[in-house]
């Protein structure tokens, strides 16, 4: 009983993180399909602009979370500005801009890793001590994170479906070309797509951060998980993906519980490419729906 | 037909061959001659990737996981069986294009951006199964030694037998070795972008309908061209493990993907001699960016993204567009037929 | 008075010039047609229009003010609206979505349940289907939420590409009563239709498209009236 209420806590934690930065690659393969590579950078970015705000500017932790998200919001928006929009509409998108996105994360943790070091450092913006729910402890920050998660997924998903925003970006997704000729200007939908991302990411990297520490190239291997919960999901899906994000979080604490920690991401991946072999399209087939 | 591209593409290879066979004798640096070897390797690594990649429009990133395969296939007959080294990686080019085909036949189905990713994730499997391996296979008198190497990976599985034959000038084997893997992988690239499956691609590009109404299988073309690619990529590993005697998981390194994914970008992604003219660039300006060294993963990021938004078709591409606006452009695909819409 | 104008217009897909320098002028209140063989660039002559294609050379002006270039969005909220070739729904949202997105910009959008309410009057069938997901209509069913979405977004001018296409003779008739009440009502509509004796009766206005070339222009009756202009153009 204690075992499950351990994988519990700790798959519904893994869930969340995932969560959050996943819907965000989701939108944006949805509507521009492209798929961010930087993501890896702007976990990073997140998680070190938030530990740097409060321990060499002092700022309490709620204001070091919304600098971290201002601070992915830009990146993101620079991504667009500069990479993306340049190419939009030309010969071999998908490939070009998956590539200059490989760059540009390269670049952003490089940069990191300038000026903030190759040590691990530890996350400030973290909550102490926890509660014990029968035998087991229930930490603090883990409550936290699931909490900040769910708050993120209703606002999004409250945003995609309640708002002219949400539409636009919905009908951007299914159709492009039927957006425009509905007056929808599909270039600032990108943009505000790939700020939105960018801010997700940012809170992901805090969360992150906040379990396993900060690194300049921290960002990688979520980066991998959140993608291969995007494939699983079926690419482009945004309800899908979050879903998805929870399975994979339990998934991976079941296997960590199991076989131990070296090999969870291993046999993650294997499971993976069997389910994509099964169902090329994604678990949740090829209707791609921006929606939650 | 006597300027037809492939002649031309043929006769440039192997002027090229001669030239590179002279430098031995005009310099005798091991530094200089040991570089060159380095970049045959990494020339035909990416000529080969350019195959898949921007000739048969195959999104897999699964290059530097071939190239692995190869050079521990290598090390392994060698180490475990005993074989002599040539046998070692002809054997592990084989190797290699089996394991290319059976993630060919796991990946092609899938669209563009699912095959990026899944081959990623199979190259990180690899690397991260190797790694975590601690079990002890054997224990040699150096210690525990797990199944793929583990962390340390293997060493002392022989050479490739120039020290025997040329003494302390056994690098000037290897500097051959490695001319002659780069003339063979390029002269298979030409017979590839020109040959019927080069054509079948370029069909494919242009035209979809009409290819696929002609019976173009476009995986089984694309499954032919991984294959065959895989042989001299797993060749190269294969070679690179013999002339460092050495095999690690840094062959899985995703900064060496990056990095070769670089000279294809920046030479051209689908040209002929775009990887190569990437490669000798790369790699000049990483030896001559050595004194600032921690500069270089942000150059390689900004040449990576730069290049990709401002010249798509690459430094080649440049060449072309500039020939082209003289009024001649020999690689221009054959102008579409008007009015191929179905009625 | 001339509410669109169009000069000079040049279309091409990379090397391939479409659209060879077309010009036609449409006044307020006119119900034109646009027809040609398939594949002579019927639908680009309005992707142009409306910004989805770029034009390499030639004018575009509503009103007098030029929309040359202009990105789509601001050529909607010109007023120019354009009920695509083969619908293009959101096959992810309701009927009823579809159609508020077709009221999504400003202006529409203040006077959106008046219009919802004409577009159900026009189109009565759409009001029992207003929850079904538009991926599930039927081929008829999809192009009247086309027009209806169409409809929501008002404009100055109504640009409906082969509403008729792949659709039954009676359905065909019905859309086609559909247009010409609208064409009644005095909205400015300019039609592209592969079938050219079937809209002559209707419209204005025709305008023939021959190799990205206009051909010919003129009314419906003089093209009616004059065969060897279908023998020349459209008979082969
Ligand atoms: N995106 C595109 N890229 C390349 N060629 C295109 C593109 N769109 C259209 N074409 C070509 O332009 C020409 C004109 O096409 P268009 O769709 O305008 O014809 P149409 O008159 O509308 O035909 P239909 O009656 O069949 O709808 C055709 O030869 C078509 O193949
Ligand atoms: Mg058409």
């Known amino acids: ?292 | 037909m006597i300027r037809s591209p492939v002649r031309r593409d043929v006769v440039i290879a192997l002027v090229l061959f001669l030239l590179m066979l002279a430098v031995p004798l005009l310099t005798g640096t091991r530094y200089v001659l040991t570089q060159l070897t380095v970049f045959f390797i990494w020339a035909v690594v990416a000529s080969q990737w350019n195959l898949v990649l921007g000739v048969a429009g195959i999104f897999s990133l699964a290059q530097m996981a071939l190239f692995a395969v190869g050079a521990y296939a290598t090390a392994m007959l060698a180490y475990y069986i005993g074989l002599m080294l040539p046998a070692a990686m002809l054997l592990a080019a084989l190797v290699t294009v089996g394991v290319s085909l059976v993630i060919g036949f796991a990946c092609l189905r899938l669209k563009g951006p699912y095959v990026a990713l899944l081959t990623l994730a199979i190259g990180q499997v690899m690397y991260l199964l190797v790694v975590n391996d601690t079990a002890c296979f054997t224990t040699p008198a150096s210690g525990c030694l797990p199944l793929f190497g583990g962390a340390r990976g293997f060493s002392r599985f022989g050479d490739l037998g120039f020290r025997d034959l040329l003494g302390s000038k056994w690098y000037v084997g290897h500097y051959y070795t490695g001319l002659v893997l780069l003339l063979a992988a390029q002269l298979f690239c030409i017979a590839i972008i020109h040959g019927p499956l080069g054509l079948a691609f370029r069909g494919l590009r242009d035209n979809p309908g009409l290819a696929l109404a002609r019976g173009v299988s476009r995986m089984r073309y694309q499954l032919w061209v991984f294959g065959l690619s895989a042989f001299f990529t797993g060749l190269a590993g294969a070679f690179h493990a013999a002339h460092f005697g050495v095999v690690g998981p840094t062959a899985f390194a995703f900064a060496m993907l990056l990095f070769i994914l670089a000279m294809i970008v920046v030479g051209g992604l689908g040209t002929t001699w775009g990887p190569l003219i990437g490669a000798a660039l790369l790699m000049w300006a990483d030896e001559g960016l050595r004194e600032v060294s921690d500069w270089r993963e942000i150059g390689i990021g900004l040449v990576l993204a730069g290049c990709v938004i401002l010249f798509p078709k690459g430094l080649a591409g440049i060449r072309l567009r500039f020939s082209q606006g003289r009024g001649q452009r020999p690689d221009a695909p054959p102008a579409p037929p008007p009015h191929t819409k179905p009625v | 008075m001339s509410l669109l104008e169009i000069s000079g217009l040049e279309v091409a897909y990379g090397v391939q010039r479409v659209i060879r320098g077309i010009s036609l002028t449409i006044k307020e209140g006119e119900f034109a047609a646009l027809v040609g063989p398939n594949g002579h660039g019927k639908t680009t002559v309005l992707r142009a229009i409306s910004g989805l294609a770029r034009a390499r050379a030639g004018e575009i002006r509503l009103d007098g003010k030029a929309l040359t270039r202009a990105r789509p969005d601001r050529i909607v909220a010109a007023g120019i609206i354009h009920v695509p070739q083969g619908d293009l729904l959101f096959p992810g949202m309701s009927v009823l979505d579809n159609l508020r997105m077709g009221a999504y910009l400003p202006e529409a959008a203040r006077d959106e349940a008046r219009r919802l309410d004409e577009v159900f009057t026009l189109l009565p069938k759409l009001r029992d289907r207003q929850t079904q997901t538009a991926s599930t209509l039927s081929g008829g069913e999809r192009r009247m939420v086309g027009i209806g979405r169409g409809l929501m977004a008002g404009g100055r001018i109504l640009m409906l590409d082969e509403p008729s296409l792949g659709l039954a003779p009676i359905v065909i008739d019905q859309i086609y009563e559909l247009v010409q009440a609208l064409a009644k009502s005095g909205r400015t509509i300019l039609v592209v239709e592969e079938n050219a004796i079937r809209i002559a009766d209707m419209a204005d206005r025709m305008h023939l498209l021959d190799n990205g070339a206009i051909a010919w222009s003129g009314t419906g009756q003089e093209f009616l009236s004059s065969p060897e202009i279908f023998a020349t153009y459209l008979g082969g």
């Open chain 1, 1 to 292: 009983m204690d075992v499950a209420t351990q994988i519990l806590i700790s798959g519904l934690t893994l869930g969340a993180v995932y969560a959050v930065s996943t819907i965000g690659l989701a939108l944006i393969f949805g509507a521009l399909n492209m798929l961010n590579m930087a993501q890896g950078g702007l976990l990073a970015l997140g998680g070190y602009i938030a530990m740097w705000a409060m321990q060499a500017m002092g700022w309490p932790a709620p204001l070091a979370a919304l600098a971290a998200m201002a601070a992915g919001s830009l990146a993101g928006g620079l991504i667009f500005v500069a990479a993306a929009r340049p190419m939009l509409g030309g010969e071999g998108f998908e490939t070009r801009i998956f590539i200059a996105t490989i760059g540009i994360g390269l670049m952003l943790e490089s940069v990191i890793l300038k000026l903030f070091g190759p040590q691990p450092q530890a996350q400030s913006l973290k909550l102490e001590g926890g509660i014990m729910l029968g035998q087991v402890n229930l930490p603090w920050q883990n409550a936290l994170i699931f909490g900040t998660a769910l708050l993120m997924l209703v606002l999004v998903a409250g945003m995609l479906n309640r708002s002219r925003l949400g539409r636009a970006i919905r009908a951007t997704s299914m159709n492009r070309d039927a957006a425009q000729l509905m007056g929808v200007p599909i270039r600032r939908i990108y943009l505000t797509i790939l700020m939105l991302s960018g801010a997700l990411a940012a809170l992901s990297g805090i969360m992150i951060s906040s379990m396993s520490g900060l690194l300049p190239n921290m960002g990688a291997d979520p980066m991998l998980k959140a993608f291969i919960i995007c494939v699983v999901a079926g690419l482009g899906n945004v309800p899908g993906a979050a879903l998805t994000a929870f399975a994979i979080g339990m998934l991976e604490a079941v296997i960590q519980y199991i076989f131990g920690v070296q090999y969870a991401f291993a046999i993650l991946l294997c499971l993976v490419i069997a389910v994509l072999i099964w169902r090329p399209q994604g678990v949740f087939g090829q209707k791609e729906v921006v929606r939650l």
